[in-house]
């Protein structure tokens, strides 16, 4: 699922982190979220990446965390927050995996 944010300011730290917590190493290529350039506007998209059958290093929120790791080391917590729990209600209220739909932060403008 792929969110338009026009405040991100593309330091990745978030794949960075995103890693750690699937695999305790720091390695943004198996991250399951993704930052974007966008052509043209502010900011990037983030993409976040979901399971299914090639990719088991879906986005899960960090179940096992109070806060997930993107968004404790995201200077625009409150922007990803929005985000990943409008990803897990979209999947949990359809009961599979999102579309990927370009979507904007929505109420955070």
Do not use: W
Not at 15 to 39: M, Q
């Amino acid at each position: 699922m792929k969110f338009d944010m026009p405040t991100c300011g593309g330091c990745r730290t978030c794949e960075v982190a995103c890693s750690y917590h699937h695999t305790g190493e720091f390695a943004p290529s198996i991250s399951s979220i993704k930052i974007l350039d966008k052509e043209d506007g502010a900011g990037y998209y983030v993409l976040f990446l979901e399971n299914n059958e090639e990719r088991e290093r879906g986005c899960d929120g960090c179940v096992n965390l109070d806060v997930p790791l993107c968004v404790e080391f995201c200077k625009k917590a409150e922007e990803l927050t929005e985000m990943v729990k409008e990803l897990h209600e979209k999947v949990s209220s359809k009961g599979r995996e999102a579309e990927m739909d370009i979507m904007p932060s929505q109420g955070l403008r």
